[in-house]
């Protein structure tokens, strides 16, 4: 353990650190906020990995305000959403002590983590319910390193939706591949408040390579039949409320983006600069690939940084038709321009580059295979006019066959989506490569925890190794569409 000292010394740099003394247990708390770094910081930090790291999570109802007069029941750790951002390095030991002071049952799912299989907090599978008043305890090495994040793993539809979920940073014990000098999380949600005029769903995918993407990524027809989401965030807030991002000329600025939205897609940009793509899901590209806009599924991250070299106050928002304006925007201001006018996305004469998966050349980070090939195919279907019956090989789990590996096995997936809807399909416990979209193959695969299968035959193939064993949830990360039914699981002994 840790003694205080050495605690202290590892955040104090950066990181705005107290020690609550509530119930004497001492647990640390982290706010969500900016990091500022010295060039060259990875030396700097005297923690090579193997510490054991101590945080106290408790989920409650609170009253949050999302933007002034917009408040809303939500659920939230530590009382503030998104919950405190763990940050912890690649090998340490990691220990959360979830407290539920819901009046409902709850688990903590550590999202793109390769946890041991009691960890992975899905209930009925992995663990039993935390139920109200009961505190559990997780336990397991940070690793990979990556932006990774952790979220309610129960009911998600309400506690997903209502707030529960926050980043989760690892840093690597080596250096950094692209260093930075600024650093922000940025969390993107969709909330349905009741109040304000209904942003379009997201039917459409965003990992294709066909015909680049084009502009109308909303789909106006048919809106969810569920939630009329209303309100988008960014860290919680809607502007006017979101906390600006200050940055200081001749900076380059690293943001982390995760979209923890139950059903939007996001298509973020940012005024007056280009985005520089380096991690898929928080994995490492071979080098930047340079965009207008990134395309975001629930649950995927992306890692980009941007040169600040155009001083003034510029919007980063979304190109969703009625994201901004429902709230999905906040300012990069830099330093000494506090007083300038925000400038906006201009109307482009050309058409914006998005990114996309077939963009990006990955590192190969994922351990190697020794076992056999197995390879299988996976049909999505469901929401035939409107129902909310979704299947995977025309059913709807607990009735779903299972993937049956040996650990070791090298093992292919294909995905093919015959649904009207896209899935951003989630692996838990490992990492796969995305070898394909919609019969293009990748030259070089990127590293993924998620992919968005396209509408209307779309299709990837994922390969990954079966490295840890354990009973792992395959799903689809809308929560409405994994309710429903599509949801498998990946059996390794
Ligand atoms: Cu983000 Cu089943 O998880
Ligand atoms: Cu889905």
């Not at 015909?211 to 009329?228: C, K, L, N």
């Not at 280009?274 to 690939?289: E, F, M």
């Not at 965009?291 to 190109?319: H, I, M, Q």
């Not at 394909?436 to 990748?442: C, D, E, Q």
Request: proline share 7%; glycine share 12%; with cysteine.
């Amino acid at each position: 353990m840790e003694t205080e000292k050495e605690k202290q010394r590892y955040f104090s740099r950066r990181e705005f650190l107290w020690i609550s003394g509530q119930a004497g247990l001492g647990a640390v708390m982290l706010s969500l906020g900016e990091s500022v770094l010295a060039p060259g910081r990875a030396g700097a930090i005297d923690n090579r990995g193997g510490g054991l790291r101590e945080f106290h999570l408790e989920a409650r109802e609170i009253m949050w305000e999302l933007a002034p007069g917009k408040r809303i029941k939500a659920m939230a750790y530590n009382g503030q959403v998104p919950g405190p951002e763990i940050r912890v390095r690649e090998g340490d030991k990691v220990r959360v002590v979830l407290k539920n002071s819901l009046s409902e049952p709850t688990t903590i799912h550590w999202h793109g983590v390769d946890v041991p299989n009691p960890m992975d907090g899905v209930p009925g599978i992995t663990q039993k319910p935390v139920q109200p008043g009961e505190i559990f305890i997780y336990e397991f090495n940070a690793r990979p390193a990556g932006t990774r994040w952790y979220h309610t793993h129960f009911q998600e539809h309400k506690q997903l939706d209502l707030g529960l979920y926050a980043p989760l940073i690892i840093e690597p014990t080596q250096p950094d591949p692209f260093s930075f000098d600024r650093e922000y999380s940025l969390l993107l949600d969709d909330w349905a408040v009741g109040s304000g005029r209904p942003v379009p769903s997201t039917h459409e995918g965003t990992a294709g390579v066909r015909g680049g993407m084009g502009h109308m990524m909303g789909d106006m027809m048919g809106g969810d039949h569920t939630h009329a989401y209303d309100t988008m965030t960014i860290n919680g807030k809607a502007h006017p409320a979101t906390q600006p991002l200050k940055v200081r000329k001749g900076e380059r600025v690293r943001l982390r983006f995760i979209n923890a939205s139950a059903e939007h897609t996001h298509v973020v940009q940012l005024a007056g600069h280009k985005l520089h793509v380096i991690y898929t899901d928080g994995n490492p590209l071979v080098q930047p690939v340079e965009v207008d806009a990134v395309p975001l599924a629930p649950s995927e991250r992306c890692d980009a940084f941007f040169y600040a070299k155009n001083a003034g106050v510029w919007s980063l928002t979304c190109r969703q038709p009625g994201h901004s304006g429902a709230g999905e925007e906040v300012h990069v201001v830099y330093e000494g321009r506090e007083g300038d006018r925000p400038v906006g996305l201009q109307t482009e004469s050309r058409e914006p580059t998005l990114w996309h998966n077939a963009l990006g050349r990955g590192r190969d980070v994922l351990p190697r295979s020794m076992g056999g090939e197995r390879s299988f195919d996976l049909i999505l279907s469901g929401g035939m006019m409107g129902s909310d019956i979704w299947t995977i090989n025309g059913k709807r789990y607990p009735d779903t066959d299972p993937l049956r590996l040996r650990k070791g096995d090298r093992v292919r997936v294909r995905l093919t989506n015959q649904s009207p809807e896209a899935h951003p399909m989630h692996l838990h416990g490992q990492s796969f490569k995305v070898l394909a979209i919609n019969g293009s193959r990748l030259s070089t695969p990127i590293v993924k925890d998620t992919v968005d299968v396209e509408p209307h035959i779309g299709s990837v193939v994922v390969e990954f190794t079966a490295h840890n064993p354990g009973d792992w949830f395959f799903h689809c990360h809308k929560p409405m569409h994994m309710e429903g039914g599509m949801i498998t699981l990946a059996k390794i002994v």
